[in-house]
């Protein structure tokens, strides 16, 4: 596809907004449109147009990408009497790359089939840095010639692209990745909060972590004690980054993806529960990294 597509562009939160903004870089004309009029007057000043609703958005658009927090709000934007996919231009292809249920990415797969529109799924990884710098991972589901499409728009936001399978497979593969995220994170501020409360220093210690047998993303790139790296969520209040209640989600997907396939994840449901218990103690719009403050020894 070239740079002349016209996109339409749903969903511009800490992940969307970076992204489209990488797009109009790239020199996509972009309509854009979020229910936060301050996002959308964003996208504007970077030289996108705004739409005062998604079906204004999608008018004309030859690609439409969404970028939403669930499967439920991914449903209401396609599906039903008010869903857009009955709206859509003939032959345009639809990206999905919101992180949901892979049962509710073919569902909207196979209703958008049904108006013989091609879709993929294509949830992404790296997080709100990523998104900034343009070097995301997306892990896509659909067919390969419906991804091979998508490519270049996907090469406009992103440094690495998996086909991960059919529909869906997109989201299974994001759902494993986040669950193993959320158990790193979680035995990395253990291991952390111990220490400290041991005597070490947090620095000390992430530093002989990351050149011992315990290394991990969490550790080298994401810290979770603060000061330990300047640019880390956990050094400016554990504020930005990915939000506690958003990977609480991805662990109730893990759940439910295990119980639909009789798997075992008892990792999985263990940091469920510790996510859980974060989001009701308050922390749930604070960066996922802040697993470390219901760890840590209390002054």
């Not at 995301?136 to 090469?155: K, Q, S, Y």
């Not at 790139?221 to 209040?237: H, I, K, Q």
Request: aromatic residues 4%.
């Amino acid at each position: 596809m070239s740079n002349q597509s016209k996109i339409a562009f749903i969903g511009l939160g800490n992940m969307g907004a970076p992204m489209a903004l990488n797009l109009l870089k790239a020199g996509y004309p972009i309509t854009v449109f979020d229910l936060s009029p301050s996002a959308l007057k964003t996208l504007a000043d970077a030289g996108a147009l705004a739409a005062s609703n998604a079906r204004q958005a999608i008018e004309g658009a030859d690609i439409v990408i969404s970028m939403l927090p669930a499967s439920r709000h991914v449903e209401s934007l396609y599906l039903g009497d008010e869903g857009i996919l009955a709206h859509i231009a003939n032959g345009a292809l639809i990206i999905d790359c919101s992180t949901i249920a892979p049962q509710s990415a073919k569902k909207v797969a196979q209703a958008a089939a049904a108006r013989g529109l091609a879709m993929v799924d294509a949830p992404v990884s790296g997080g709100t840095a990523g998104a900034a710098a343009g070097t995301l991972t997306f892990i896509v589901g659909g067919t390969t010639d419906d991804l091979e499409r998508a490519r270049p728009v996907l090469n406009a936001m992103g440094k690495n692209i998996f086909h991960a399978g059919e529909h869906g497979a997109g989201q299974t593969a994001k759902i494993c990745n986040n669950m193993l995220l959320g158990i790193l994170m979680a035995g990395t501020a253990e291991a952390l909060a111990l220490g400290v409360a041991n005597g070490l220093d947090p620095k000390v210690l992430s530093d002989i972590m990351s050149k011992s047998s315990g290394r991990n993303w969490a550790l080298e790139l994401y810290n979770p004690y603060p000061g330990v790296m300047e640019n880390a969520p956990a050094s400016r209040g554990y504020t930005g980054g990915f939000g506690v209640d958003l990977m609480l989600k991805d662990l109730g997907l893990a759940t439910e993806a295990a119980l639909a396939s009789q798997a075992s994840i008892p990792l999985g449901e263990a940091v469920r529960n510790l996510y859980g218990i974060h989001s009701k103690a308050g922390a749930g719009g604070k960066d996922f990294s802040s697993i470390l403050e219901l760890l840590q020894k209390k002054e």
